[in-house]
């Protein structure tokens, strides 16, 4: 099968989960304060992780490999933060269509310092969507609040993020990448997550357990996709 039809796939089934993951962290409607929350599900999900983080242990990355790791989680946990932050706040609707930014950054950041092509109607369709974000946020029309930062900024350190994921791709499995992905956004929530720390019920962390399995399995789809085929494809 073509390898860019195989990503697209792998790219379809990511979005279907991650369209789960949007709904159970709208559900909490704030209920969890955002660097807690955040933590919470990439705690859980390096749980879900631990026969990948076993196996890669004993492979023993180098350290090039393991700096690009750590760089990936450093600049995820500021996104996922951010995303945390903004699924609070804002419409659900509003959150997910700048988000789309997050994927006009990755086209162009894959033709930059990737060298992949972009051909003429994939630039079409980059413009027709930067667009759409421009109508939707209507700068100068009304104030772009906190939420609306806050996720801007988050479509930015994601484009890093998926970036990084893409070049780490040719080395490692994709369960051992989402697993070190875990492992290190984990590690530089924790303190954030105990600034911001309150009490949460039983059902919260249930919902947040759910969302940290759909959401570790839509990562290991989505570095299945990046892997498949170019980033301007996926």
């Not at 026969?51 to 700096?67: A, E, G, T």
């Not at 990448?177 to 290190?184: R, T």
Request: overall charge positive.
């Amino acid at each position: 099968m073509n390898q860019s039809i195989v990503g697209i796939m792998w790219m379809v089934l990511t979005t279907v989960l991650f369209v789960g993951v949007t709904a159970t962290v709208r559900y909490l409607e704030g209920e969890v304060p955002a660097p807690q929350a955040a933590f919470l599900r990439y705690a859980i999900g390096t749980l879900f992780l631990t026969p990948s983080l076993i196996s890669l242990i004993k492979v023993k990355p180098d350290k090039p490999l393991m700096s690009k790791f750590l760089l990936r989680g450093l600049v995820h946990s500021f996104g996922v933060t951010l995303w945390f932050y903004a699924m609070s706040v804002m419409p659900v609707a509003e959150v997910t269509a700048i988000g789309f930014l997050t994927y006009i950054f990755v086209s162009i950041g894959a033709c930059l310092f990737l060298k992949e092509k972009l051909h003429k109607h994939r630039i079409t369709a980059i413009i027709i969507s930067f667009i759409g974000a421009l109508i939707i946020l209507r700068p100068g029309f009304k104030v772009i609040e906190s939420g609306q930062l806050g996720m801007l900024m988050a479509t930015v350190v994601f484009t890093a993020s998926y970036l990084i994921a893409k070049i780490v791709s040719k080395e490692r499995s994709s369960s051992e990448i989402v697993a070190m992905l875990s492992v290190f956004t984990t590690i530089f929530l924790i303190p954030s997550a105990i600034y911001s720390w309150e009490p949460i019920s039983l059902e919260a962390l249930l919902i947040l357990a759910f969302t940290a399995l759909i959401a570790t399995v839509g990562h290991i789809t989505m570095t299945q996709a990046i892997k498949a085929a170019p980033m301007v494809v996926t």
